[in-house]
């Protein structure tokens, strides 16, 4: 899908990759390695070099059970993160919370990534409408503490399509863009195992919602139960081939963007994609 006017594009017309900096103490994958604001800068300097196309930085972590911070520590973890990197490259801001964004905004930041999708802040569509910015919505059912008890479908993909559509529905009554909306269906969020293979399996029907997809599995935990039917879980920094395998299947799948933690990995993922394109010759 060629991505709407005001989205960020991948290099030589690749889907965009996102890397994921965390400024987070307690965040699944890697909480706490970059914690600190130099420590965050650092690192998304070197996922840019990486091949990240945007640097997508949080400061509240979503895994299930997480405790939210105030918003006032959210804003001490990101402002000078998002500061520290925006003059490199198109910069987003993860945050479910308006004055979050708009700090985020004003600092340098291009691009809103809200995981509530407008759920979780009433002011967040009108603020990101009237700044005329880029805004993924994700599909959502609730805050961390409680979410997984929310992991209840009559099917999956056609409940992720109804509530996704919802929210498009909310955007664009308030205002956004149509161009700058980009659509996540939340792998992890308020899903089992098997809810996220099937949403993977149904891309296709995800991209009939007619706005980009934004894939991101980087690390999630059904990952690390795959074939591990009779053996330990792998941890979330073993993960990171079976990542590369759903970042292709996603582009494949025709995804607009995978939002990753291993940019190698992803940039791998995606360049052997390319190369076995009809045509192509690497």
């Known amino acids: 899908m060629t991505p709407p006017v005001g989205l960020p594009t991948g290099r030589d017309g690749r889907p965009v990759v996102v890397g994921v900096v965390n400024v987070t103490p307690d965040s699944f994958s ?48 990101v402002l000078p993160v998002v500061e520290g990197l925006a003059a490199g490259g198109p910069v987003s801001i993860d945050t479910m919370r308006a004055p979050v964004a708009a700090a985020a905004l004003d600092a340098g930041a291009t691009l809103v990534n809200d995981v509530s999708g407008g759920l979780a802040d009433p002011d967040m569509l009108p603020l990101v409408a009237e700044l005329g910015v880029p805004y993924v919505a994700m599909h959502w059912r609730g805050h961390s503490l409680g979410m997984q008890d929310r992991a209840h479908y009559d099917d999956v993909v056609a409940d992720v399509l109804r509530e996704l559509g919802e929210r498009v529905e909310a955007a664009l009554a308030a205002g956004v863009e149509p161009g700058n909306l980009v659509l996540d269906p939340g792998f992890g969020f308020a899903k089992l195992a098997h809810h996220n293979w099937e949403l993977l399996r149904h891309l ?41 395998v759903t970042t292709a299947h996603a582009v494949r799948h025709g995804a607009w963007g995978v939002r990753v933690h291993d940019v190698v990995a992803a940039v791998d993922a995606l360049d052997v994609e390319a190369a076995l394109a009809p045509g192509e010759r690497r």
């Open 30 to 77: 890697d909480g706490g390695a970059w914690f600190q604001p130099d420590d965050a800068v650092v690192h998304g300097r070197q996922l840019r070099a990486d091949g990240a196309d945007v640097l997508d930085v949080g400061g509240e972590s979503t895994r299930p059970g997480a405790e939210r911070p105030s918003e006032a520590e959210e804003l001490r973890r």
């Open 204 to 244: 296709d029907a995800l991209r009939e919602l007619g706005h980009p997809l934004l894939v991101g599995t980087s690390r999630k935990k059904f990952l690390g139960l795959v074939g591990r039917e009779d053996r330990p879980e792998r941890p979330p920094l073993d993960r990171d081939v079976a990542t590369a």
